[in-house]
């Protein structure tokens, strides 16, 4: 189990939106394979809530606000 960064990028009118966020992925498999989570507008109780096993230790990021950047 791991909390992946990632950054979501839009083009919208007059610039773009920028948001961090994490997904965390999961592998009941050993690394044979994954299945991803978003959880970058949750806290950590609720991710607890939808994924019993999810450690104590590992710790969700506060939700960040959206960077605006304007076209040139």
């Given at each position: 189990?791991?909390?992946?960064?990632?950054?979501?990028?839009?083009a919208?009118?007059?610039?773009?939106?920028?948001?961090?966020?994490?997904?965390?992925?999961?592998?009941?498999?050993?690394?044979?394979?994954?299945?991803?989570?978003?959880?970058?507008?949750?806290d950590?109780?609720?991710?607890k809530?939808?994924?019993?096993?999810?450690?104590d230790?590992?710790?969700?990021?506060?939700?960040?606000?959206?960077?605006?950047?304007?076209?040139?």
């Amino acid at each position: 189990m791991a909390l992946v960064p990632q950054t979501i990028v839009l083009a919208v009118p007059d610039g773009q939106l920028a948001q961090q966020t994490r997904l965390l992925a999961v592998s009941s498999v050993r690394g044979a394979s994954w299945t991803f989570f978003d959880v970058g507008n949750i806290d950590a109780a609720a991710v607890k809530q939808g994924v019993p096993e999810f450690p104590d230790t590992l710790k969700v990021p506060e939700r960040k606000e959206p960077v605006f950047t304007p076209n040139l």
